[in-house]
């Protein structure tokens, strides 16, 4: 499986982005799908992760309530809307997929991952 993030940006506080990661290949609906994030200086961090049906979600408390994570099986792709950015928010952004097991919110048990991308927001 190759994934392709795409969106991101620039913006200032209060503003939204948002983030799509197409998947190649025909499993796409067989993966856990994540988003993580790093920060300068800081470790990779679980952001949010959406079971294979789509049915299931899981937030970091720091972004409930202002990002939401959907998933489109049909089209190998998923999405994270994200609202109501703060400046700690500013990370480079990742999209991840775990095929096998329980959703586990540790990067090291990922098995694919897409390139990151910037966000970087402005108070």
């Known amino acids: 499986v190759q994934l392709q993030a795409s969106g991101g940006g620039s913006v200032q506080a209060g503003g939204s982005l948002r983030f799509s990661c197409a998947a190649s290949g025909r499993t796409f609906s067989s993966y856990h799908m994540y988003w993580f994030r790093q920060a300068p200086g800081r470790e990779r961090e679980f952001v949010v992760v959406i079971d294979r049906s789509g049915s299931t979600t899981h937030y970091v408390d720091s972004v409930k309530g202002r990002f939401t994570i959907s998933r489109d099986n049909a089209k190998n792709a998923v999405y994270l809307q994200m609202n109501s950015l703060k400046p700690e928010d500013t990370a480079v952004y990742s999209c991840?997929?775990?095929?096998?097991?329980?959703?586990?919110?540790?990067?090291?048990?990922?098995?694919?991952w897409g390139k990151g991308t910037q966000v970087t927001v402005s108070s």
């Open positions: 991840a997929a775990r095929r096998w097991g329980p959703i586990i919110e540790d990067p090291t048990s990922m098995d694919y």
